[in-house]
Nanobody
Framework: QVKVVESAGGLVQPGGSLILSCWFS????????MGWFRQAPGKERELVAR???????DYGDSVKGRFTISKDNSGNIVSLQMSSLKPEDTAVYYC??????????WGQGTQVTVSS
């Protein structure tokens, strides 16, 4: 079974930066992709960024050019570097493991608030 744990989010001023990390453990060979999603109050959960096993990355339109997703050498830690943050980036951020032939595994979520 895969386990997913996110780092703590925080409060950031507009224009600021923040890095979120996500640790994957357990049967990580079953993971096809690792990604970050977010959900703001009253809105649906949306893709922020995702990285596939082959290194290919995908980004939500609203974060392109501002956020960068990467994996460490072990392949089990994924970081999301967020810059030029805007108030509309305020949301609960979730990490997710997409598994081959198994259900997705979500982290517990972490709050990111962008406010002055």
């Amino acid at each position: 079974q895969v386990k997913v744990v996110e780092s703590a989010g925080g409060l950031v001023q507009p224009g600021g930066s923040l890095i979120l990390s996500c640790w994957f453990s357990g049967n990580t060979v079953s993971i096809a992709a690792m990604g970050w999603f977010r959900q703001a109050p009253g809105k649906e959960r949306e893709l922020v960024a995702r990285i596939l096993n082959n290194g290919q990355t995908d980004y939500g339109d609203s974060v392109k050019g501002r956020f960068t997703i990467s994996k460490d050498n072990s392949g089990n830690i994924v970081s999301l570097q967020m810059s030029s943050l805007k108030p509309e980036d305020t949301a609960v951020y979730y990490c997710k493991a997409d598994q081959f032939f198994q259900n997705d595994v979500w982290g517990q979520g972490t709050q990111v608030t962008v406010s002055s």
